[in-house]
């Protein structure tokens, strides 16, 4: 069964960094585009960042200079980088590895990871 499964979030200043982490089970990682999506607090999904399987990183507008998306195959890993957080950043992130477009919210998800960004 594929499974995903996020951890890196917690309480971040603003300003401040964090590296998320999503650990993928049950699918040759190095096969599929991957994404990350986030939630925050009472609004719908929003499309953040996508890497495909050649390494090519795919970036939201509102986010891009602040975002770094990687992965690595041989861990079946994939990260995500946030830079310069802001408190309109406080999310849940989830790792995807979506059934659609780049930026689909359809497919296998994690049960995410939660990045609050406050002083």
């Known amino acids: 069964d594929v499974k995903l499964v996020e951890s890196g979030g917690g309480l971040v200043q603003p300003g401040g960094s964090v590296r998320l982490s999503c650990a993928a089970s049950?699918?040759?990682?190095?096969?599929?585009?991957m994404s990350w999506v986030r939630q925050a607090p009472g609004k719908g999904l929003e499309w953040v960042s996508g890497i495909y399987d050649d390494g090519t990183a795919i970036y939201a507008d509102s986010m891009r200079g602040r975002l770094t998306i990687s992965r690595d195959n041989a861990k079946n890993m994939v990260y995500l980088q946030l830079n310069s957080l802001k408190s309109e950043d406080s999310a849940m992130y989830y790792c995807?590895?979506?059934?659609?477009?780049?930026?689909?919210?359809?497919?296998?998800r994690g049960q995410g990871t939660q990045v609050t960004v406050s002083s």
């Open positions: 049950g699918f040759a990682l190095s096969s599929y585009y």
């Open positions: 995807l590895r979506p059934s659609g477009a780049h930026n689909s919210f359809s497919g296998d």
